[in-house]
């Protein structure tokens, strides 16, 4: 116990720097994961790093499934509005993007740099991964924990689809699906990987790309965005259903591809296919290819809500995340396939070899081959993205 504080005032406020501490506060707490649940092998995951905390730290994993971030981060402004400002029901939430910006923006967030006075933050790669340290253009200032990173990458299956006639970029998709209608098509924004394609897209044909990197002017909103939705303008009528109805979300798209429906199909995952494949949802004939100009590029996060319960075990769980352990279990392609925020250089010889001995599989593209990484908009432009695709497209049926 540290002098001058009590036992429900540390629960109330951990220090992550003080680690032996919150270890001990964290035994016999339960931790609400709020993370999309949305995937089978994903699921698994949680599933098993919560039996390795409780295991080794007493502490007890509850995966709250959500098909949207955005519905925990509502939760945690309602109880703030409600003058719940402690015993909140989200203790951590898979975050990153528009939903940590909102969260910060309203002072949702677990105060402080709880992120960096990790242990285990001495092995993330800060170095190579500059995405760790900003998000979405929005500096973490430590109030989030990387998870994974994350590269837009496209799929195909070669038993069908000529490789030397894969698409370079996004005007050689649209002339791709012009020759090939029907064959192609995206999520239903505002699903994550729908408005990642309109993104990229726009990463692509804006005149500036660096009007991208600043919150929205709405004066200018609509010469700016003008050749992305020219581009959707044409796309729509070739695409599945000539645009008439959207696949749900990834894994929707993936079986259509699986089913022949589709011949290119994207991912934010570059170990996707091969996951997949190991999995049994795809064929052992998919491969993945990306645009020699860049893709999106971003990593992925948890965070702590200020008014979470479970602080202390919030705080080891996401530890965990970044456990060599953890991360090389992620990476495995029979597992996830997720790649790693660490940097397996700082890794002691026997973690180290846990990486090496990873077969990241016959459809993962090496990290030479991946292309360029382009960075993610600011998060002012997703919701006006998704507003104005409504607005034109509709709803579909």
Do not use: C
Not at 195 to 218: A, G, I, Y
């Amino acid at each position: 116990m540290i002098a001058g504080l009590t036992t429900s005032a540390l629960a109330e406020d951990p220090d992550p720097a003080k680690w032996d501490t919150v270890v001990e506060q964290a035994r016999g707490q339960k931790v609400y994961f709020n993370a999309w649940g949305g995937s089978e092998s994903i699921n698994a995951y949680i599933e098993w790093a919560g039996s390795r905390i409780m295991e080794n730290y007493g502490v007890e994993l509850v995966h709250v499934k959500l098909d949207d971030t955005a519905n925990a981060v509502a939760k945690v402004v309602a109880e703030k509005a409600a003058g719940r400002n402690d015993a909140g029901t989200v203790d951590l939430i898979w975050i990153n993007g528009e939903n940590f910006a909102s969260m910060k923006r309203q002072s949702l967030l677990l105060a402080g740099e709880w992120a960096t006075k990790l242990p285990n933050w001495q092995y993330v790669d800060i170095e190579n991964k500059p995405t760790i340290l900003t998000d979405f253009t929005i500096p973490t200032d430590g109030q989030e924990s990387p998870w994974g990173m994350a590269k837009l990458v496209f799929f195909y299956d070669g038993a069908r689809t000529d490789a030397g006639t894969l698409p370079q970029s996004a005007d050689g998709l649209l002339e791709w699906a012009k020759a090939n209608p029907g064959r192609f098509s995206y999520p239903q924004p505002p699903d994550f990987i729908g408005s990642s394609f309109l993104k990229q897209v726009l990463s692509e044909k804006v005149v500036d790309r660096s009007v991208l990197l600043k919150p929205v002017v709405e004066e200018e909103f609509d010469a700016v965005t003008k050749p992305l939705f020219d581009y959707l303008d044409q796309l729509h009528p070739v695409m599945w259903r000539s645009g008439g109805a959207y696949p749900q979300n990834y894994p929707a798209m993936r079986q259509l591809l699986a089913d022949s429906e589709l011949d290119i199909i994207f991912a934010f995952n570059p170990a996707e296919a091969s996951s997949a494949i190991a999995n049994g949802e795809l064929p052992d004939t998919v491969r993945s290819f990306t645009f020699p100009g860049g893709t999106l590029s971003n990593t992925h996060f948890v965070a702590i809500p200020y008014n979470a319960a479970a602080k202390a075990g919030a705080l080891v769980l996401a530890n965990f995340l970044i456990s060599p352990e953890a991360q090389a279990h992620k990476q495995d392609p029979q597992v996830w396939g997720d790649p790693t925020v660490l940097n397996v250089g700082k890794l002691d010889a026997e973690d180290k070899a846990k990486f090496d001995a990873l077969d990241l599989g016959i459809a993962t593209l090496a990290p030479e081959d991946l292309g360029p990484a382009l960075d993610e908009p600011h998060p002012t432009w997703l919701d006006r993205l998704e507003t104005e695709w409504k607005r034109r497209y509709g709803v579909a049926n």
